[in-house]
């Protein structure tokens, strides 16, 4: 089978040999890395408030190894439904040494201290702090790559920290001794998160310029999983990962979110980076902090205050700029 046709919301869609390719794209004139990275970024929005609402019942690194089963699992079905070879003609040890090694990187040890961070900040808090991500793959992409870099750089590293303390920083009086280390914490944990999530995707991208989507989205998911496995062996771990993996009201969320998150999402944003510059990729994903905060004000009954709103705009033009 060379492709698998999908109708939905009136779009015609052919998925095979690693593309999704949009038929209404091409009329709009739409190019499709941007397309795919602004997906991503609304995908990515609605797992983080499904993963938010399920971190009150599990722990950071059992969340993110079921995630991640979940996405490892549908990859290999839908690779062997729609015929892309898991051993692809032309991939080098290399590749899959630096995909593996991708994966361990910005998804096994990223995502698990991003969902801790998420735990302590919550959705909309998160996000503020996830306006890092953009200037760090900038950044990378210009130490590992050679990509081009500006002076902007620095520019946007300063909105986004001020973004990060007008966002994140309460007053003395209004938060205990307690709080205030979570807060602390949540922003250490996040801030660690987007380095190594920025990390993880620039050493994958020489790769992703010409390897099959589908299997490098599934190799980094493979690379990922063997390392939570050992992590969630571990004697502290142990109980958290048996009740995650145990059937309950919690799948309720924590499946749909790791179907969106660690399925859809991931697919698409592979192709935002294979089909666009890291820069440009970067900053539409970064678009997703809008919708988390819409999103965590609706369903997580999160409090939308003019400061947080406030801080999302200044680092949203930080990510932004870093890309001139």
Same mark, same amino acid.
């Given at each position: 089978?060379?492709?698998?046709?999908?109708?939905?919301?009136?779009? $015609?869609?052919?998925?095979?040999?690693?593309?999704?390719?949009?038929?209404?794209?091409?009329?709009?004139?739409?190019?499709?890395?941007?397309?795919?990275?602004?997906?991503?970024?609304?995908?990515?929005?609605?797992?983080?408030?499904?993963?938010?609402?399920?971190?009150?019942?599990? $722990?950071?690194?059992?969340?993110?190894?079921?995630?991640?089963?979940?996405?490892?699992?549908?990859?290999?079905?839908?690779?062997?439904?729609?015929?892309?070879?898991?051993?692809?003609?032309?991939?080098?040890?290399?590749?899959?040494?630096?995909?593996?090694?991708?994966?361990?990187?910005?998804?096994?040890?990223?995502?698990?201290?991003?969902?801790?961070?998420?735990?302590?900040?919550?959705?909309?808090?998160?996000?503020?702090?996830?306006?890092?991500?953009?200037?760090?793959?900038?950044?990378?992409?210009?130490?590992?790559?050679?990509?081009?870099?500006? +002076?902007?750089?620095?520019?946007?590293?300063?909105?986004?920290?001020?973004?990060?303390?007008?966002? $994140?920083?309460?007053?003395?009086?209004?938060?205990?001794?307690?709080?205030?280390?979570?807060?602390?914490?949540? =922003?250490?944990?996040?801030?660690?998160?987007?380095?190594?999530?920025?990390?993880?995707?620039?050493?994958?991208? +020489?790769?992703?310029? $010409?390897?099959?989507?589908?299997?490098?989205?599934?190799?980094?998911?493979?690379?990922? =999983?063997?390392?939570?496995?050992?992590?969630?062996?571990?004697?502290?771990?142990?109980?958290?990962?048996?009740?995650?993996?145990? +059937?309950?009201?919690?799948?309720?969320?924590?499946?749909?979110?790791?179907?969106?998150?660690?399925?859809?999402?991931?697919?698409?944003?592979?192709?935002?980076?294979?089909?666009?510059?890291?820069?440009?990729?970067?900053?539409?994903?970064?678009?997703?902090?809008?919708?988390?905060?819409?999103?965590?004000?609706?369903?997580?009954?999160?409090?939308?205050?003019?400061?947080? =709103?406030?801080?999302?705009?200044?680092?949203?033009?930080?990510?932004?700029?870093?890309?001139?």
């Amino acid at each position: 089978m060379s492709g698998l046709w999908l109708h939905a919301a009136g779009l $015609t869609a052919v998925v095979g040999n690693g593309d999704l390719s949009f038929a209404p794209l091409a009329g709009l004139g739409l190019d499709r890395g941007k397309f795919y990275s602004v997906a991503s970024a609304l995908l990515w929005a609605v797992a983080i408030v499904l993963f938010r609402a399920s971190g009150d019942h599990v $722990t950071p690194v059992a969340l993110n190894l079921f995630k991640n089963c979940v996405g490892f699992t549908l990859m290999v079905l839908t690779m062997a439904l729609i015929g892309v070879d898991f051993a692809p003609a032309g991939s080098s040890v290399s590749d899959w040494l630096i995909l593996l090694a991708s994966g361990a990187i910005g998804i096994a040890l990223a995502d698990s201290l991003f969902f801790a961070s998420l735990n302590r900040l919550g959705a909309s808090g998160s996000a503020i702090v996830d306006c890092l991500y953009s200037p760090l793959v900038i950044a990378c992409a210009w130490l590992y790559l050679g990509e081009p870099v500006g +002076p902007a750089l620095v520019a946007a590293m300063v909105l986004v920290g001020v973004a990060i303390v007008i966002g $994140t920083w309460e007053p003395q009086s209004r938060l205990s001794g307690e709080a205030r280390r979570q807060r602390i914490e949540g =922003v250490g944990l996040g801030i660690a998160a987007m380095a190594f999530m920025a990390a993880g995707i620039v050493i994958a991208k +020489p790769v992703l310029e $010409t390897a099959d989507a589908w299997w490098a989205a599934a190799l980094r998911l493979g690379g990922a =999983v063997p390392v939570l496995v050992g992590v969630g062996m571990l004697p502290s771990q142990r109980r958290g990962v048996a009740a995650c993996f145990r +059937p309950g009201r919690h799948w309720w969320v924590m499946l749909p979110g790791s179907v969106m998150g660690g399925y859809c999402a991931m697919i698409v944003w592979i192709l935002g980076f294979k089909y666009t510059q890291a820069g440009i990729a970067s900053v539409l994903n970064q678009t997703s902090i809008f919708f988390v905060l819409v999103l965590a004000t609706v369903f997580l009954k999160e409090r939308l205050t003019v400061r947080r =709103v406030l801080a999302v705009a200044i680092g949203f033009a930080g990510a932004v700029l870093v890309s001139f």
